[in-house]
C-alpha cells in the first residue's frame, strides 16, 4: 500500500530555514507528481507546492514563492521542501501529498502522509 | 484566486440521518472540485474528484453534484465514523488550488 512518511520539522526562529522530507514507498513514485499541502493550526488546508514525476516543472502558491524550493529524488523515492526565510505564518502541519494521476498533476491528491509539524516562534 | 465557501460551518446530525454539505466558488470551476474528510489527527482523505467521481474505496453513501459554482456533498445514511470535517477544493485554475474553509459535520 501507498505510504509517505514525512520529516524534518520542528521548532525553529524567524528567518532560519529548514528542509523537510518525504520518503514514499508502495507505488512507483516516478511516475506521479507530487505536492506539499499544510494545515495551520485550527485553519484549513493550503497547498503549497507541486513538483512534476521527473523533477523539471514546479509551482508554488505565492505564499510562498521565493522562499521555497520542491525536489525530489527518484533514485530515493523521497520528496523533499526546503523553506528559507522562514516567519512566524509558516507554522504548520506539512503534509506530502500523492498526485492522483500518472503523468502531468491532476492536482487532487489521492495520498496522503501523517504530517510533520513546523513551529516558527522566537 | 479562486475563494471556496462552505456551508454549513457545523452541521449536527444523528446516525442515520442524511448530509447535505455546500460548496460555493466565487467563479465558475466547472467540474474541477473535490471533497476530503479529515479526522483529528489525520490526513485528509479524497472523497469525490472531478465533483460527482467517488475515489477507489470509498462507500457509496458519499456522493457528490454540481457544476460551475455550487457544488454538494451528500452523505446518504450517516455511520458513526462519518462525523468529521468535510473540506472541498477547486484545481480549475491550477497552480492556484485553494481549499474551503472547511464544514464540521458533529453527532447530535
Known amino acids: 500500500q501507498v505510504q509517505l512518511v514525512e520529516s524534518g520539522g520542528g521548532v525553529v526562529q524567524p528567518g532560519t530555514s529548514l528542509r523537510l522530507s518525504c520518503a514514499a514507498s508502495?507505488?512507483?513514485?516516478?511516475?506521479?507528481?507530487m505536492h506539499w499541502v499544510r494545515q495551520s493550526p485550527g485553519k484549513g488546508l493550503q497547498w503549497v507546492a507541486v513538483?512534476?514525476?521527473?523533477?523539471?516543472?514546479?509551482h508554488y502558491a505565492d505564499s510562498v514563492k521565493g522562499r521555497c524550493t520542491i525536489s525530489r529524488d527518484n533514485s530515493k523515492n523521497t520528496l523533499y521542501l526546503q523553506i528559507n526565510s522562514l516567519r512566524t505564518e509558516d507554522t504548520a502541519a506539512y503534509y506530502c501529498?500523492?498526485?492522483?494521476?500518472?503523468?502531468?498533476?491532476?492536482?487532487?491528491?489521492?495520498?496522503w502522509g501523517q504530517g510533520t509539524l513546523v513551529i516558527v516562534s522566537s | 484566486e479562486i475563494v471556496l465557501t462552505q456551508s454549513p460551518a457545523t452541521l449536527s446530525l444523528s446516525p442515520g440521518e442524511r448530509a447535505t454539505l455546500s460548496c460555493r466558488a466565487s467563479?465558475?470551476?466547472?467540474?474541477?472540485l473535490a471533497w476530503y474528510q479529515q479526522k483529528p489527527g489525520q490526513a485528509p482523505r479524497v472523497l469525490i474528484y472531478?465533483?460527482?467521481n467517488r475515489a477507489t474505496g470509498i462507500p457509496a453513501r458519499f456522493s457528490g453534484s454540481g457544476s460551475g459554482t455550487d457544488f454538494t456533498l451528500t452523505i446518504s445514511s450517516l455511520e458513526p465514523e462519518d462525523f468529521a470535517v468535510y473540506y472541498c477544493q477547486q484545481r480549475s485554475n491550477w497552480p492556484l488550488i485553494t481549499f474551503g474553509q472547511g464544514t464540521r459535520l458533529e453527532i447530535k
Open positions: 472531478d465533483a460527482s
Open positions: 508502495g507505488f512507483t513514485f516516478n511516475q506521479y507528481a
Open positions: 467563479q465558475s470551476v466547472t467540474r474541477y
Open positions: 501529498a500523492k498526485d492522483r494521476t500518472l503523468g502531468p498533476a491532476a492536482y487532487y491528491f489521492d495520498n
Open positions: 513538483i512534476a514525476s521527473d523533477g523539471r516543472d514546479k
